[in-house]
């Protein structure tokens, strides 16, 4: 079985710009949560998408939007990008209350 | 909000046990997980304890929870070069199935 997928590994964009990064979940697996992972933060909860609802959402600012398809795929989306925002996202999948399944995540430099 | 502390960094030598410390604060926390990350990669999930139980173990692996203090550990016999990685806890929280990681404990092993 396919593990969670995440694409593109590497991202660089400018301040200002938007960036929509996309999360294939394991097969079967219809909830979908996204991290953002820094040195100084940890592993932060950005929102959990089950079913193309979000049921749960972090504390972070509405630049940050995400969205499931009916397939399951996820997409978060960045707006107005600042230098802050250089991270790993993360994308999980899971299986009802199963632990969550990561993928590689993707890597995001903002300049 | 909810919170999951651990202690950043920890060294042991080759062939001793390795103890990673948590703390939550959520009584509610329906499981506890512990997740292991490698160097560019995501978080694979180690093991996993439902909040009624004490004690699992999975080979090298040992959990222990005492759920009146919030506190988990996890033990690695016989550590090994290979273990070296960041190792963080995570609760589901009781009230909305949110997954809360600590800031992640850095293992290093001394030859």
């Known amino acids: 079985k396919a593990g969670v997928t995440q694409t593109p590994r590497y991202l660089i964009k400018t301040r200002g710009q938007q960036v929509t990064l996309s999360c294939s979940p394991i097969?079967?697996?219809?909830?979908v949560s996204w991290y953002q992972q820094t040195p100084g933060q940890g592993l932060q909860f950005l929102f959990e998408?089950?079913?193309?609802?979000?049921?749960n959402k972090g504390n972070f600012p509405g630049r940050f939007s995400g969205r499931q398809f009916s397939n399951s795929r996820s997409e978060m989306n960045v707006s107005t990008l600042e230098l802050g925002d250089s991270a790993l996202y993360l994308c999980?999948?899971?299986?009802?209350?199963?632990?969550?399944?990561f993928g590689n995540g993707t890597r995001l430099t903002v300049t | 909000g909810e919170d999951v502390e651990q202690s950043l960094f920890l060294s042991v030598r080759e062939g001793d046990s390795s103890v990673i410390n948590c703390t939550y604060t959520?009584?509610?926390?329906?499981?506890l997980y512990w997740y292991k990350q490698e160097p560019g990669a995501g978080l694979q999930l180690l093991t996993y304890?439902?909040?009624?139980?004490d004690m699992k173990q999975d080979q090298r692996l040992t959990v222990l929870l005492n759920k009146k203090d919030k506190h988990l550990s996890l033990r690695i016999a016989d550590t090994q070069t290979g273990d070296s990685a960041i190792y963080f806890c995570?609760?589901?929280?009781?009230?909305?199935?949110?997954?809360?990681f600590g800031k992640g404990t850095r293992l290093h092993i001394l030859p």
């Open positions: 998408y089950f079913s193309e609802t979000q049921r």
């Open positions: 995570a609760e589901r929280e009781g009230r909305d199935d949110k997954i809360i």
């Open positions: 959520d009584s509610s926390s329906t499981y």
């Open positions: 304890i439902f909040s009624n139980m």
């Open positions: 097969s079967g697996h219809r909830s």
């Open positions: 999980a999948s899971s299986l009802g209350n199963s632990p969550l399944h």
